[in-house]
Each structure stands twice: as structure tokens, then as C-alpha cells.
């Protein structure tokens, strides 16, 4: 059979699969067990089992279990409230000032942190009912905290881009660099909407000033500090020398494990197993899913389909914008769907070769890719975000929260379009500290 | 009956607090080695490695405690649009396509176990780790999470269609 029309069958198999509710890794393994037997005889199912362990035999994956340690003991701790309450009562002269903190304590836990259900709740909990209590209209407050909690996945360090850099081998610590700048751009533009749109709501008075003393301001800086050393700690051991990226995870989950039991004083058990259990939880649930999607990648290549959808994009001669937005649209389609890994593991491959032939940046395009995904993230129907927001705030119905994070969505795409404007906003930085790109 | 199923259960806890005592072993593992080299300037040989098995290891014998904490994402958009009646089969045939992928998965991942504990393979490093050790995690892990999911699925087809809670598929 032509493999392009093998392709077209294993992606309507795919898709009929993933939508029978079985788990996305098991799916994925299905599907490729399927069509091995099938094109490559009953004898392939031998190698899987290989298969899959070679694909998790990866130092560089080490660091996704570490990370997800290190934003779950943080998370498990006060923290995030502590943060949220100084920026606040630093940032409140300045109009919106509310949003404001919130925005810049989802953008700061982001950096502890690279997940976004997690930076969502953290930040959440505390800031949607402020926010709430001064005016702020539903929409903003939860459509805020959605979007902001998105950043997760692209302020270092980030889930998201370990995968992409494992998958498409690309430097690590070159592509964390490469997701400050566009993450800083992301939060002015959330918050400019977010003081737009309360003011237009006619909810003006939430945006003015409610005054704290220097009392006040300066005593709640002692509660931020553990925090900033951390995240100092990380990026001294990042960016000094002393360790790689995936050996940073190490020190990282360490400095955050003992700020959670020596500062925070979590020593009760039961809060260290529900931590650790959560840490697990997580950890095993997308490492099956690199794992699997790395088995169904194998099988993509190994019946030639790859291959045969890089040679036809190839032949193609559209312009190399048309052919962006046409991945951004594949993108944000499976973003609605599955989750970022999954997405990610399964078109970097068939990705990359196009990208690069077309002469885009692999740094640049991670940080597109990473964007898309964060749209998913607050789109329905399956956007986690939007989830975990309606698990805080219970009393505000799915559809406002919906209606209130749409804009956000607006703004991601915005950004996307000046990153495609202005490319050097992601390369500049990884350039000018690790200097230019070797590829 | 019953009994076998509390020991799967039990069987899937007692793997998934290894599992999450692996991570924990991987990350002091790492901050040593890190410490050796950076501080000490002390050469390392067989942390790189190590970690790296206790990660995969963890991922493996994690899997049946996961699916026993509804932890392996999914997309439940069509069985939640579904009567109560299709859904529990569909859910049902979802967790039986499941184990029966996984079930392969923990032969093969047996057979490659035993080829290497009979053959002495050994990883080619420095350290020359014994094959086995790392890959017994396969078959472990793959079979318990093959009988964790057998175990839901019975529980599954004991509950009345209506009150089934989307959560017990594969979520």
C-alpha cells in the first residue's frame, strides 16, 4: 500500500481509538501494535517491549520526574500564597494593580515550576477570590489566572520543552533561554487585556489603589526570600557550569524538598506521602506517554509513513508562512485534544524535517509550538486549566469561565503573530549567553 | 475471587511507594554526584547510569498504581456524550484492548528478561550492569498493570450502566 494512504488510515485509526476513553499512552500503544502485526507480521510484536524501554533509556528524560517533584513540594507548601500576598501589597498603587500580581505570581511559580495545571491551582486559590471580592468581573478573574497559569509550560523550566528537546535533539538549556522573553511578552499582553477589559466591564473602582504601610510591604518580604534563593540556586547550577539541565532537576527538587520540610515545616507524613504520591502520579503518567508515543513514532517510520509525508510536503510549493499556519492549525487541533507531550512526541518527527527545510529556527519554532499548546490548555474541550479553575471556583459556571479565557486565547495567537514578526524576540537571548546556535 | 482482586490492589500500592521511593533515590543520587564532581573534582562512574534504570524502573512499576489512582490521562469526550448503556461497553472494550496490549507487553518484556539473565548480558559501560536487573521491570510492571486493569474492568461490569462514573474508564 502507498504509505501516504497507510498514513491516512493509521491517523483515522488514532483518532477513533483516543476517543474511546482508553488512557492516550495505552492508545497509542494499541494502535501501534496494531498496524506492526498487521504490515510487519506478529513477530514485531517482540521488539516493543525493547523498543520502549530504549525510549525512556534517556539521561536527558531524567529530569522530568526531578522538575515535577520540585513544583509539587512547592506547591504542597504556603508559598505561592506568600508570593501572591507580596506582590500584591507591593503592586497595589498601580492601577489594576490586583491583576497585576496575580499575573507576575503566575509568571514567577511558572519558573519554579514547569507545569500548568500546578501553577494554575497554586496561584489560583489565593487570587481568584481576591479579586473576586474587589470587583473584578468573573470573566477576568478566572480567564486571568487560566491564561497565566499556562506560562508554566514556557518559563523555565518546563515539561514541554524537555520533550521537545529530547525528541527533536535539540540543547536544552538553549530552549529554556529561548521561552523567557516570549513568556515575559505573553504576561504583558494578559495583563494589558486584563486591565482593558475590567475597565470596559465598568468595574473601574476595582483598578484603583488600596494602600498598605511600609510596615506592611516590608514584612512580608522575609516570606519571599526562601523563594527567590531557590529559584537563584537553580539558575546558578544551570547556567554556572556546575550541572547540565536534566542534572539541575536534581538540585532543583532537592532545594525545593527541603524549603518544604525545613522552612514550610511539612513533616507530617502524611502531607510528604500525599506529595510524593502526586509526584509519582504524574511523573509515570507522561513518561508512559513519551514512552508509547516513542513506540508509535517507531511504527510511523518503520511502515515508511514519516518518510512519506516529508517527501510530500516537500513536493508541495507553497509559501513558507502558509505552510507555518497550516502547522499552527494542525497544532492547535491536537492541542485541543491531547495532551502537550503527546503532541509534541508524535509531529516533532514529521515536524522538525519540514521546519528546518523550510528554513525556520528549531529554538523559535519550540517556543510557537509550546504557545499552541498552552491555547489548548484553556480551550475546550479537554483544557486542564479550565478544570482546575472551576475546581476553585466552583460557584462560576464553566461557560463564564470559558467566555473569560477566550480573549486570552486571543492574546496567544497576537503573540504568536509578533514572534513570527520579530523571530530574534525568542533567539536573541540563547544567542547572546550560549552564543549562536551550532546546527 | 475477591481475594485475588485485593491483592492486585494491594500488589499495584506496594509498587507505586517503590516507584516513588525510585524517584526520590534518583534525585539524592544526582545531587551526590553532582556534589563529587563539582566540589570534590572526584571523577563519577556509575551514578549517569543507575539514575537513569531507577527512572525507567519507577515508570514501569508506577504504571498499575497509576491506573488504580485513575492517573493515565485520556479523552472522555465521547463516552460522556454517550447513553449510559453504549458507554459501559465502550469503556469496558477500551479497558479490555488495554489489558490485552499490556498482557503481550509483559510476556515479551519476560522473555527479553530471561534471554538476558541466561545470557549474562550486561549494559556496555564502565559499570557493566547486568542486564536483567533493569528489564525485570517490564514484566512486573507491565503484568500487574495488565491485572489492574483487569481488576477495573470487573469492577466496571459489576456496576449498573447509569452510575457509572466516567472516572473508572481509563482516566
Known amino acids: 500500500m502507498d504509505p501516504l494512504t497507510l498514513g491516512l488510515i493509521v491517523a483515522f485509526t488514532t483518532i477513533a481509538v483516543l476517543f474511546s476513553g482508553v488512557a492516550v499512552a495505552s492508545g497509542l500503544l494499541i494502535v501501534a501494535a496494531i498496524f506492526l502485526v498487521a504490515f510487519d507480521g506478529a513477530r514485531s510484536l517482540e521488539l516493543i517491549p525493547e523498543i520502549l524501554f530504549g525510549k525512556l533509556d534517556n539521561f536527558a528524560l531524567l529530569s522530568i520526574p526531578m522538575f515535577i517533584l520540585m513544583g509539587a513540594s512547592i506547591a504542597s507548601t504556603r508559598a ?18 490586583l491583576v497585576i500580581s496575580n499575573l507576575g505570581a503566575c509568571a514567577l511559580f511558572a519558573a519554579m515550576s514547569g507545569s500548568s495545571p500546578a501553577t494554575c491551582a497554586a496561584i489560583g486559590k489565593m487570587g481568584i477570590p481576591e479579586m473576586r471580592k474587589r470587583n473584578y468581573p468573573d470573566g477576568v478573574a478566572t480567564g486571568s489566572i487560566a491564561a497565566g497559569g499556562t506560562l508554566g509550560i514556557l518559563i523555565p523550566p518546563s515539561v514541554t520543552m524537555i520533550v521537545y528537546g529530547v525528541a527533536t535533539e535539540t540543547s536544552i538549556g538553549r530552549l529554556f533561554l529561548a521561552g523567557v522573553i516570549p513568556g515575559l511578552l505573553l504576561v504583558g499582553l494578559f495583563m494589558a487585556w486584563s486591565i482593558y477589559s475590567t475597565w470596559k466591564s465598568g468595574a473601574g473602582d476595582a483598578l484603583s489603589a488600596q494602600s498598605y504601610s511600609w510596615k506592611e510591604k516590608l514584612e512580608v518580604l522575609p516570606r519571599v526570600l526562601p523563594f527567590l534563593a531557590v529559584i537563584a540556586g537553580v539558575l546558578f547550577a544551570l547556567y554556572g557550569g556546575v550541572a547540565t539541565p536534566s542534572e539541575t532537576a536534581a538540585v532543583g527538587a532537592l532545594l525545593c524538598l527541603l524549603l518544604a520540610i525545613v522552612i514550610y515545616r511539612m513533616t507530617d507524613m502524611k502531607a510528604l506521602w500525599t506529595m510524593l504520591r502526586d509526584t509519582t502520579k504524574e511523573s509515570v503518567m507522561i513518561l508512559f506517554i513519551i514512552a508509547a508515543a516513542g513506540v508509535f513514532s517507531y511504527m510511523l517510520s518503520s511502515l515508511y509513513i514519516t518518510q512519506a509525508i516529508a517527501e510530500w510536503i516537500g513536493t508541495l510549493d507553497v509559501n513558507r508562512w502558509v505552510l507555518m499556519a497550516y502547522v499552527n492549525l494542525f497544532l492547535i487541533v491536537a492541542g ?61 459556571p464553566l461557560k463564564t469561565i470559558l467566555k473569560g479565557s477566550a480573549p486570552y486565547v486571543a492574546c496567544m495567537v497576537l503573540a504568536i503573530i509578533i514572534l513570527s514578526i520579530f523571530p530574534s524576540l525568542a533567539t536573541w537571548l540563547p544567542d547572546l549567553l550560549m552564543g549562536p546556535a551550532i546546527s | 475471587m475477591n481475594q485475588a482482586i485485593r491483592a492486585v ?4 500500592r506496594v509498587t507505586g511507594v517503590i516507584a516513588a521511593l525510585m524517584i526520590v533515590a534518583a534525585v539524592a543520587i544526582t545531587c551526590q554526584m553532582i556534589f563529587l564532581r563539582y566540589f570534590l573534582n572526584a571523577s563519577t562512574v556509575w551514578q549517569t547510569e543507575i539514575v537513569v534504570y531507577l527512572m525507567i524502573a519507577s515508570t514501569l512499576l508506577g504504571l498499575p498504581y497509576v491506573q488504580q489512582l485513575k492517573g493515565h490521562v485520556n479523552v472522555d469526550l465521547v463516552p460522556l456524550m454517550l447513553p449510559p448503556v453504549p458507554r459501559k461497553l465502550l469503556l469496558i472494550l477500551s479497558l479490555l484492548a488495554g489489558a490485552i496490549v499490556l498482557g503481550i507487553m509483559a510476556f515479551y518484556g519476560g522473555e527479553i ?42 469492577r466496571l461490569i459489576k456496576t449498573p450502566a447509569v452510575e457509572i462514573n466516567i472516572e473508572i474508564g481509563g482516566h
Request: aromatic share 12%; net charge negative; no cysteine.
Open chain 1, 336 to 396: 485541543f485534544f491531547l495532551p502537550p507531550v503527546a503532541v509534541i512526541l508524535m509531529a516533532a518527527p514529521i515536524l522538525m524535517p519540514i521546519i528546518l527545510g523550510a528554513g525556520f529556527d528549531p529554538y523559535w519554532f519550540a517556543v510557537i509550538l509550546t504557545i499552541n499548546m498552552e491555547i489548548g490548555l484553556i480551550s475546550p474541550p479537554v483544557g486542564l486549566n479550565l478544570y482546575v479553575i472551576n475546581g476553585i471556583a466552583p460557584d462560576i
Open chain 2, 113 to 154: 528478561t530471561y534471554l538476558a539473565f541466561s545470557k549474562n548480558w550486561t549494559s556496555d559501560t564502565v559499570t557493566a550492569v547486568p542486564l536483567w536487573i533493569p528489564y525485570i521491570s517490564m514484566p512486573i510492571g507491565f503484568g500487574l498493570f495488565t491485572l489492574q486493569l483487569l481488576v477495573d474492568m470487573h
Open chain 2, 9 to 12: 490492589n494491594l500488589l499495584s
Open chain 1, 80 to 97: 505561592g500564597a506568600d508570593l501572591y500576598e507580596a506582590l500584591h501589597r507591593w503592586l497595589t498603587r498601580v492601577p489594576g494593580g
